[in-house]
C-alpha cells in the first residue's frame, strides 16, 4: 500500500458542483460547519439555478457551492478552486473554467455516461474522462453511484432513495482529504431523519464508506492539514447573511422591549429571513405573510401605529410594489424597517444572481421628495449589526430605514464572533403619555431636538389624533394645503434624515493608509473582494486603501474630508454606476467608476487588474 | 369600587375639523349615524380607530375624534389587519368606498374577509368616482356614461355582496344612507359580530351620479322595491305589505300575498349561507320587468369562525408557552459554537 503523505496548506477553494437535485447546497452547508468548528477562517458561495429541478442533467440545471477556508484571514469564496467535485459531465463543464490549472477534479464516473454527455451538450465521440483534455488536472474518476448502491443493497431502499445517499459518499470523501471533523454532520442526519431509521443509517453509512474510500484506495497520496486560522480570540459560530439579519431584528426587539411584526410576501432570496423569523414566536415575534407585497408592507405599517417594532423585506421588485407605503411611512413618521435582499434586475431580472442595483431604488424610488435612511451591509455577519442598528434608526429617529443586503452575502456564510446580548447598545423607546381633558391639547406633530414627532399609540386616552398621506401642518399634524408649509415640510423630512448623522459611527478606512493613491470606496456585499484586493496591491508596494460605506443616507460626517485624502477614488460596483454618482453629487470628486453586471461577485484579480490599469 | 365610565355624547366624537364633503352628500349621514352608535358601546374613545384608503368617503377619519389613519388607496384593509393583529383589544373601523375596496384595492378586499379579523368595514357604494370627478367605478352598471365611459362603460359591474359572500365573509349586510334607523341597526350589528363585518352602504354621490339609489330610497318606491330582510320573518314586501318571496326547490319566487299564504313564505335565516347566496343574487337592473326586490339588511352571518386576531395571538401564546420565553444569547449562539484562543 502507497503511503499516504500529509501536506500543509494555508488556504483551499473547493467548489461542489452537481445537478440541482443532487444535494450540493447541503453537502457544501455541511462542509462549512465542520469548517468552521474545526477553527478555519472561511466564505462561502452557493450559487444555483431558480428552478427548484431544472431539466436533469442539463447546464442550466448545475447547482455549486464554493467554500474558501484557511489557517489565514479569508475575505471572500475565492476567485479559482483548488479543488472541483463534479457529479455529471454538466456540473464539470460549467465549473471546469474556474478550475486553477493543476487544481484537483474529483469526478463522479457515472455522470459521465451517453445520456450526460447528450444532456450536456457535449460532441460525439467526446469523453473528458478519457480524451486526453484533463491532462493539466489531477483527475480522480470515483464510480459514486456504483459504490453507493453496492454499500446500500441490502438496505431493502428502492434505487432512487439509495441514489440520493450520493452526496454523502462525496461528503465523506472530502471530510478525510481534508481532516474535517464528521461528528456534526451524524448528528446533522440523526436530527434530520430522525423519524425515518432506514434512511438515517443509509446516509451515515454512505458518508462512512466515502471516508473509508479515501482511506483504503490508493487513488489519493495526500491528504491535507489546514491549522486552524489565527482569529481574534474569542466564541465563533457559522453564520449566513439572512439567519443574521433575522437575528439582529429580534435583538433589536428584545432590547426596545417592543414586539416585533414582520409583514412580508415570498421572494428570492429574502423568503428564508421570513421562515428564520417565523419560528421564534416564544420571542414575541409576529410574522404575516400577506396576500401581496403591498399588504405585506401596510400592514406592517398598521403594526408600526400599534406600536410594534414594524419590518417588511422583500427584494427589488417587491420593494418596487411597496413604492408608496414607503411614501406614506414617511408621511405618518413612524418607525419602519424595509428590508431589500437585491437580487439581480430589473423586472424579475436573475433571482438567484446577486446585484447592487437597486441603491437608486432606495434612495429615489419614490414619487415627491421623500427622503429615508440607507444602510447597507457588507458581510453576512454584518447584516446582524445593521438590521439592529436600521430597527434603532428607525425607532429613534421615528423614520422608515431601508436595509440593504444581496444574494451574495445573504445566502454567504462565515465565522462570527457573536456578541452578548448585554453588550448590545440600548435602544431606548418611549410612547407618548395620556393625557387629561383639561391638558393641552395633543399635537402629533410636534418635533423633538431629532425632529422626531410621538408616537402615540392607539389606546392611550387623551392623546387621539388622525395622521395620513396627506401632507401635514407642522406640530398640529392637520391637513394642509398651504405652500409654505408644505416647503417647510419637505425640509424637515429632509433635516430629520440628515440629522441621524449625529447619531451613527464616522466612516473609517478598513485597510491601508489614511491618505494614499487611490481609495477604493466600495458598499454592501463587495467588501470582501475589494478587502483581498487592497491587501494584495500593498503587499506589492501600492499606496491603496479601502474603505466600505455602510451608512448610505446620510453619509458618515467625515466621509469627504477621507475622499479628499487620495489622489484618486475609485467606486467598484455590481451596477451601471449608482453610489457612485451620489459621491460625485455630493462631494464633486471625480470618482471613477468600476462596474460589473454578471449576477456574479467581484473576483479580487479583477479589482486589481481595474487598479493597476488606472495607476500603471 | 367599580370605575365610573364618563358618558360619550355623539358631540365627543366629532373632531374639530370641518366637514368638506359636498353638501347634499350621502356621507353625512353615515358620519352621523356612527357618532351616534358609538357612544352606546360604553368604549372609551381612544380604543376606536378608523383606518380609510383614498376617495371620498376616506376623509371620514378626520371628521372623528378618534385615532384614525387617511392612508393610501385601496390599502386600508391591510393595514387595518396589521394593527388588529397587533393590537387586538381595540376597536378597528375601516372606511371605504366601491373604487377603494373593489377596485384598486379588491386583492386586500378579499383576503381580509378570509382571514376574518374583527375589523368593522364600512363601504360606501355610489358607483362612481366622485374624488376624481366623475368616472366609471367596479360597482357601476354596464353602460354607464361617464367622463371616462363617454360612450356607455362597457364593464360588467361587481355585486359587493355575492363577492364577499365568495370571499367567506362571516358577517355581510346592506343598508343605505337615507334610511338612518336602519343603517345604525346594521353598523351596531357589524360592531358585535366577531370577525370582519361588511357593511355595504348604498350612498348618494349627488353631483356625478346622483339619484343611482333613489328607486330603493324614495318613499314612493322603496317598499315596492326593497325587501327588509329579518332573522326568523317571512321574505314580505310591496307597497301594502302584500308581496312575498317562496322558494321553488332552490328557485326563488314572487307570490301575491292576496292569493298566497304568508305561511308558504321563505322565512329569512341569517345563517344560511345557501339562501344568502340565493338573496345576494337578487341584483337585477330594476328597470326590467319581473325583477326582484333588492333585499336590505343582513344577508349572512357566521358566528363559528375564530377571528384572525384570536388564532394570531392564540399561536403566539402556544408558542410562548410551549418553548417558554426565549433566551437572547442561546439564540444568537446557535447550536455549534467554537473558542477561538
Redesign the interface.
Known sequence: MTAITDKDLESVVIRFAGDSGDGMQLTGTQFT?AT??H?NDLATFPDFPAEIRAPLGTLAGVSGFQIHFGSTQINTPGDQSDVLVAMNVAAFKVNIKNLKKGGVIILNSDGFDSKNLRLANVPEDQNPINDGSLADYDVKIVDVTKITRAALADSGMTTKEIDRCKNMFVLGLVYWMYHRPIE?TLEFLRTKFKKNEAVMNANIKVLNAGWNYGETTEMFANRYTIA??K?????????MGNQAAA?GL??AS?KSGL?L?Y?TYPITPASDILHDLSK?????I?T?Q???E??GI??????A????L?VTGSSGPGIALKG??I??ATM?ELPLVILNIQRAGPSTGMPTKTEQADLNQAMFGRNGECPVVVLAAQSPSDCFTLAYEACKIALQHMIPVFFLSDGYIANGAEPW?????ADLEPINVSFAKERAATDDKFMPYFRDEKLSRPWA??????????????EKQNVTG??SYDAANHELMTHLRQEKVDKVADFIPLQTIDSGEESGDLLLLGWGGTYGALRTATAQMIAEGYKVSHAQVRYINPFPKNLGEILGRFKTVVVPELNNGQLVKIIRDKYFVDAIPYNKIQGLPFMSHEVIAKIKQILD | MTAVVEKLTAKDFSSDQEVRWCPGCGDYSILKQVQTILPDLGRPKEEFVFISGIGCSSRFPYYMDTFGMHSIHGRANAIATGLKATRPELSVWVISGDGDSMSIGGNHFIHMLRRNPDINLLVFNNQIYGLTKGQYSPTSEQGKVTKSTPMGSIDYPFNPIALSLGADGTFVARTMDRDPKHQQAMIRRAYDHQGTSLVEIYQNCNVFNDGAFEIYTEKSSKKEQTLMMEHGQPLVFGENNDKGIKLDGFKPIIVDLNDSSVNDLWIHDEEDLVKATILSRFYDDPAKGDHFPRPFGVFYVNNHKDTFDKLFNDQMAYAKEKMGKGDLDKLIAGKETWVVN
Not at chain 1, 481574534?232 to 457559522?238: D, F, L, P, Q
Not at chain 1, 401605529?305 to 410594534?308: E, K, L, Q, S, T
Open positions: 460547519n468552521a468548528l477553527g456534526n486552524p486560522a482569529m481574534e480570540s474569542g466564541v465563533y459560530r457559522g453564520i437575528l429580534i435583538s428584545v414586539p411584526f409583514g421564534y414566536k416564544n420571542f414575541d409576529k404575516y400577506a396576500e401581496d403591498i399588504a401596510c400592514a406592517a405599517i398598521g403594526a401605529f400599534g406600536g410594534h414594524a408608496e407605503a411614501g406614506l405618518l464572533k457573536f456578541p452578548n446580548s399609540i392607539p389606546g392611550t386616552k387623551g392623546l387621539e389624533h388622525r395622521i395620513g398621506g396627506i392637520n391637513i
